[in-house]
C-alpha cells in the first residue's frame, strides 16, 4: 500500500493574533509553528495504515524552507519520506497549491507507482479555503470524501465515515482515492527520541516550483472587533458560588 | 445577470440570498436535495451546466460543510478559483470580498480574479434581508444527463450517533473544562455540575490532545461549534483556536487562576482561583438552593 500525507506549516496562535505592519501577514516572532490539527491525523492515519499493510508512506508540503520542520515531525511519527515544494514564504492560493502538488504527486506516481490514499486536512487552520484536496481529487480523476472521522479500507475500496447532523455518513469508493480528514478521526501519537532521530536522517525531496499569479489574491488582514464582552468579576475562589448562581438564574438555566 | 445559488434548508442559505442579490437578478436556485442521496460530484455537476445554461455571473452557496465540499467540486471541475465563507462582496472588476480565516479569528480581504466567482457565505454572519427570491431551475433534465462517474461518490449509509447524553450542538448550558482540569479524573467536578444544570460536558484541544476526554467533547475551530445561553469554562486559557467555537455562545463565565487568560478578558463574567475549590461550591451552592 502507498499512503500520501499533505499538511501545512502554521503559527501556533495562542490568544490574541498580531499582524505585521503591512497587515498582510500573522506576526510570527515569537511564535512556534505546527502543522494543522486536521493534518496531524492525517499523519497518524497514514503511519497505522502502513503499520498494518506495509508499504510507503510520504508525506508532502507546499511552504518556506522551515517546512521541513513540519515534515521531520511526521517523519517523527514514521512516515517513510518528504517531498517539500519550496516557496519564498509568499500567501498560495489554493487553486495554485493544488496545481503544484498534482504535479509533484504525479513525478512521484511515474517513478513509484499510484498512491492508494492521499490525505488532506478537511481545511487548513489559516487560509481555510476548503479546496485543495477537492482540486488535487479532480485534476487526479480520483474519488474524493471529505470531513472523515474514520477510514477503513476493504480490499480494492475505502469505506469512510463522515460525520452530519445526527450521526455519520457512510460512503464506500473505490482506491485510489483522495481522503480530507478531520480533527478525532485518531489520538495521534507523541513522538518518541527514536522517532525523532530516524527522522533526521530520512529523505527530503525539494523542488522549487514557480508561483503563478493568485486569482484569490489577499490583500490584507484585519483581526475583527472584539464581541464587545465586559467581564464582570463576580469575586474569587469558592465564596464567588452565591453569586455564579444568581447569574445561572437570572439567564433562566436554573 | 443571472445568479445561481445553493440553497439547502435553514438560514445560512438565507443569508447567503442576502450577499448573491448585489450581483443581479434573477436569481436561480438549484436544492441540496436534487440528488437523494447526497452525491457531492453529481451537484457540482448539475450547478456547472446550469451555470453554463443561464450565462450566470456567479455561483453562490453557504459555507456549510456541504455547501463548501460542493463548491470546492465545482471549483475543480470548472478550473475557477473559489472564496470560502466570505461575509461581503462587491462585485465590481475585480471582485473584492471579506472572508474568515482562522475560524474566524481573522478577516482576509481579498481580490477574486474570475469570469465567474464562486462565493460561499459563512453561516451566521449576514443578516437575511428581503429581496427577489430565486426561481427553480429545471434539474430534471440535468439529473437525468449525469455521468455515472458523478454517481461514484455517495452516501450509502448512515450510522446514528454513538453517544448518550446532552449534545453540545443542542445544550442551553455547557459546562467546559481545559488544561486546569489537570487529568482525566479530575473532570468528575465538572460532569457533577454539568448533572446538576442537565447541561453538556466540553473540553478544549489541550484535554482531547492529552486523551482526557473524547474528540466529540471537544469545542473550537477543528470541534464542535456551540451556541448556548451559558458556556461556562474552567480552567481554559481562551486560545483563539477555542475562542473559534464559542462565537454563538449568548454569556461565557470564567473560572480562571491566572485573571489575564484570554478567555478571563473576554467573558462576561469571571471568578478568578482554583476551579476544584469554586466548581464543587457551585455544585454545592445549587444543591442548597434546591
Known sequence: MRVLVAIKRVPITGGRIVLTEDARAIDTRHLGFTMSPHEECGVEEAVRLIEANKGDSV?????????????????????????????????????????????????????????????????????????????VAHALGRPLVTGLKRVTPEGGSVRCEQEVEGGRDVYVVPLPAVLTVKE?????????????????????AVITPLRPAPRLELVSLAVPAGQGRRAESLGSGAAAAPAVVEVLRKAGVL | MSVLVLMEPGDPSRQTLTLARKFGEPLHAVHMDAVDPFAPDALAAILQTAAEELQASAVFAAGTERGNEVMARLAGRSSLPFAANCIAVNPIDPVTVTRLRWGGSLLEEALLHSPRPLITVAPHTVPIEAGPEPTDVDVKPLVAGLDQRDLMVRVSDHVAPSHGGVSLTTAKVIVSGGRGVGSKEGFAIIEELAGLLGAAVGCSRAVTSAGWRPHSDQVGQTGTKVAPEVYIACGISGATQHMAGLKGAKRILAINSDPQAPLMLNADYTVAGDLKEIVPAISAEIRKQK
Open chain 1, 59 to 135: 508525506v508532502i508540503t507546499l511552504g518556506p524552507p522551515e517546512a521541513v520542520e513540519q515534515l521531520r515531525d511526521a517523519m517523527a511519527l514514521g512516515i517513510d519520506r518528504a517531498i517539500h515544494l519550496q516557496t519564498d514564504g509568499q500567501e498560495w492560493d489554493g487553486e495554485s497549491t493544488a496545481a503544484a502538488l498534482v504535479e509533484a504527486i504525479r513525478a512521484d506516481e511515474a517513478v513509484a507507482g499510484p498512491f492508494d490514499i492521499i490525505f488532506f486536512g478537511n481545511e487548513s487552520a489559516d487560509s481555510g479555503g476548503f479546496q485543495v484536496g477537492a482540486r
Open chain 1, 184 to 204: 478525532g478521526l485518531n489520538l495521534p501519537r507523541y513522538p518518541s527520541v527514536p522517532g525523532k532521530m530516524r527522522a533526521r536522517t530520512k529523505p527530503v
